[in-house]
């Protein structure tokens, strides 16, 4: 079955600008979440959407946004962009938790440079 | 609240040798945890999980990790590592109440040939 896919790869955008990923789950999951990848900062956690609705969401600033939509495929949203907002944004997409095939599966990221 | 931490940010070791990567967690409720590698320019993959029963877990490629609640650890090991095990590791712990699944800093490993 197709993995979990985002677009675009690359992207290059003006500081101050505004910028939308997205993130297409591998099908039958209902949960997808955002997380960004520094050098310093490793795997931080974003936020985290279910059946439409944010569950869960990390200390970013409201500068960062998301939502999901009813075929559970989720973008996520960066306003007024900083330079350090310069990172790999990974997606994951999940089953419910409990059964044999609970996991988080990840997409290859999208590379933003804020310039 | 949720927090998973790492010991080690930087481990070099020959090939053959014997690796353990540490890992501690806070969360005392339910816990799922995880192994996810990352090789270089590709994405994160699945090492091995814990949900519950043996707490010694088998993944992929060799690896294994042993679930101790008492120490609230969650360490992988690997008998005999190899020059394609160089990759970067994380530790991950999500509530099977809120889905959320946070992860350590992440450890280094350099493989020397």
């Known amino acids: 079955k197709a993995g979990v896919t985002q677009t675009p790869r690359y992207l290059i955008k003006t500081r101050g600008q505004q910028v939308t990923l997205s993130c297409s789950p591998i099908s039958g999951h209902r949960s997808v979440s955002w997380y960004q990848q520094t050098p310093g900062q490793g795997l931080q956690f974003l936020f985290e959407?279910?059946?439409?609705?944010?569950?869960n969401k990390g200390n970013f600033p409201g500068r960062f946004s998301g939502r999901q939509f009813s075929n559970s495929r989720s973008e996520m949203n960066v306003s007024t962009l900083e330079l350090g907002d310069s990172a790999l944004y990974l997606c994951?997409?999940?089953?419910?938790?409990?059964?044999?095939?609970?996991?988080?599966?990840f997409g290859s990221g999208t590379r933003l440079t804020v310039v | 609240a949720q927090s998973v931490s790492q010991h080690n940010h930087h481990v070099i070791l020959s090939e053959a040798a014997s690796l353990e990567l540490g890992c501690n967690y806070s969360?005392?409720?339910?816990?799922?945890l995880f192994w996810y590698v990352q090789y270089p320019g590709q994405h994160l993959q699945l090492l091995l999980k814990?949900?519950?029963?043996?707490?010694l877990v088998k993944g992929i490629k060799g690896f294994e990790a042993e679930f101790i609640k008492s120490k609230f650890s969650f360490n992988l090991r690997k008998p005999s590592v190899q020059w394609s095990d160089t990759a970067e590791y994380f530790c991950g712990e999500a509530s099977s109440n809120t889905g959320k699944l946070i992860f350590g800093q992440g450890t280094t490993l350099q493989v020397k040939p």
């Open positions: 814990y949900f519950s029963g043996d707490p």
């Open positions: 969360y005392g409720g339910t816990v799922n």
């Open positions: 994951a997409s999940s089953l419910a938790p409990g059964g044999p095939d609970y996991g988080y599966t």
């Open positions: 959407y279910f059946s439409e609705t944010q569950r």
